[in-house]
């Protein structure tokens, strides 16, 4: 994911980066996670069937039952993968104690759990855009676990 903005702040903070992997409490910059947490095209796709999303679990199962008209569009696909990924990992971070956003070296956005497992949340949702599996649903459920 390409995030322009972030390249100029990695620029300027590469010295400073410790030599070892950031400690399981290191987090992705301040104002990240809420811009993560918009997901325009997700949101206006599932208002579209009555959806809300509130940043719960139940939301995630929501989705999970909503028809895969997405993958008649070929263009569309990716960038709703994208975005059920972005807000699989925004209700993630939101209600799973320890768990926030880390960005990778690569800029990656990925959620990492208090055991210091990542959850490449982005690929479980483009797996579930053009595959319906994993379910989101079933992804939060093993990150609530642990």
């Known amino acids: 994911m390409n995030i322009p903005f972030l390249d100029a702040w990695r620029k300027r903070h590469d010295?400073?980066?410790?030599?070892?992997?950031p400690s399981?409490?290191?987090?992705?910059?301040?104002?990240v996670a809420d811009m993560l947490a918009e997901c325009d095209l997700l949101r206006s796709?599932?208002?579209?069937?009555?959806?809300?999303?509130?940043?719960?679990?139940r939301s995630l199962a929501a989705i999970d039952q909503l028809p895969p008209r997405w993958r008649d569009d070929p263009e569309e696909l990716p960038w709703l993968g994208n975005d059920a990924g972005l807000y699989l990992g925004t209700v993630i971070v939101r209600t799973v104690p320890g768990a926030h956003w880390y960005l990778t070296p690569g800029g990656h956005p990925v959620v990492r759990l208090v055991s210091g497992r990542e959850i490449h949340v982005v690929q479980a949702g483009l797996d579930w855009a053009m595959n319906g599996s994993p379910e989101l649903s079933q992804v939060y459920a093993e990150a609530a676990e642990g």
Request: avoid cysteine; aromatic fraction near 4%.
């Open 15 to 21: 010295d400073e980066r410790p030599a070892q992997p």
């Open 24 to 31: 399981a409490d290191e987090s992705a910059p301040e104002g």
């Open 45 to 57: 796709r599932v208002q579209e069937y009555g959806v809300q999303l509130d940043d719960t679990p």
